[in-house]
């Protein structure tokens, strides 16, 4: 049924056009609703060191809903300005916790965010590391995940306060989703200006210099969303989270979160010419070739349409082919960091 569907769309509304980079990422933008928001009243919570790194736990409010928290990781001794990274944290069906999935604060992680590290990021708190590499990285939540989250009545039962939420999160996206529609945005155009928010913050810091930014899954969806309209984006890596539309059609739509579907995208083109349009500035793409989310044919349609729009700056695209199911895991990781001191620390 969705097969012939497509057909008669493609005829009567024409989709994935290959429009120049400029003019989708401004299409896009409009399309999508991405907000204009600021991080404003900005405050330390408090700060704190741990071995080799220092931290600070930071709040600021975008306007709406409670205020943002976030960890600004860097090396404990380093001194001047360091190259900055924002560190995107994935969706991965838990909303309980954001930032904390990829960035430890003082009392270290829980058992459910451990369970989460141990699947998909190799174990390691990918941000820590990131900043021990020298760069001040910073790690915030997003539109309802962790202090961002929704207020939902759970009921007791055996599963923990954190698992019983996310199961409530689940059913309730799709009403973020349609919310979000009738007030003319989209759940993408709100979690991306929340992110361009975070990023223009720490590019305003005196201790911090270019920033590039980096995310699996979820977070590598907002990492391409912030490359695209973020124009001072210095690097983007995106792990896990490309492939053309129109290959998941039939089996792979229903996996992803609404933030993958943006309305009026497929008229401007497909996901990975969004992913693309800031050629040719510096993009990495890291494919997990057993990823149970994507469809292969989908990730290599993805990478030809990537690379034809990196044609006149071929080493600005990097592309990885990991053997590996849906993760980021510890040699994907050093890769990424590898790339992103390459690009940002120049």
Partial sequence: MFAELAGIAAAQRGLYPVLPGPELRAAAREAIGVLDL???????????????????????SVGFGPRTRAYLL?????????????????????????????ADG?????????????DI????????????????????????????????????????EADRYDLAARQH?????KHCAVLGTSFTGVVAGEDLAAAAYLRSRPDVGPVGCVGLSGGGLRAALLGAFDP???AVVVAAMV????????????????????????????WPDLVAARA?????????????????????RAHARISERYRDAPDAYQAVFADVPHSFDVPMQERAFDWLAAHVKE
Avoid: N
């Avoid at 500035?281 to 290599?300: H, N, S």
């Fill in 38 to 60: 600021v991080a404003g009243d900005v405050r330390v919570e408090r700060t704190w060191t741990a071995g080799d790194l220092y931290g600070e736990e930071l709040s600021w």
């Fill in 74 to 102: 860097r090396p404990r001794d380093a001194a001047g300005p360091l190259p900055g990274a924002v560190a995107l944290h994935c969706h991965a069906g838990m909303k309980w916790a954001g930032k904390e999935k990829i």
């Fill in 243 to 270: 492939s053309s539309y129109r290959d998941m059609l039939g089996g792979h739509v229903e996996k992803h979160t609404w933030m993958l579907w943006p309305p009026g995208l497929p008229r401007l083109g497909d």
């Fill in 121 to 160: 990021y190799g174990g390691r708190a990918f941000a820590g590391e990131l900043a021990r590499r020298g760069f001040a990285v910073l790690a915030h939540d997003a539109f309802v995940w962790g202090s961002r989250r929704f207020p939902l009545d759970i009921e007791d039962g055996p599963l923990s």
């Fill in 106 to 118: 003082p009392e270290g992680p829980s058992p459910e965010v451990r369970r989460l590290r141990d």
């Fill in 232 to 234: 001072d984006m210095r």
């Fill in 280 to 300: 040719p500035a510096p993009l990495m793409v890291q494919y997990a070739m057993r990823d149970e989310l994507f469809p292969e044919e989908g990730m290599r």
């Fill in 173 to 177: 996206e799709h009403v973020v989703a």
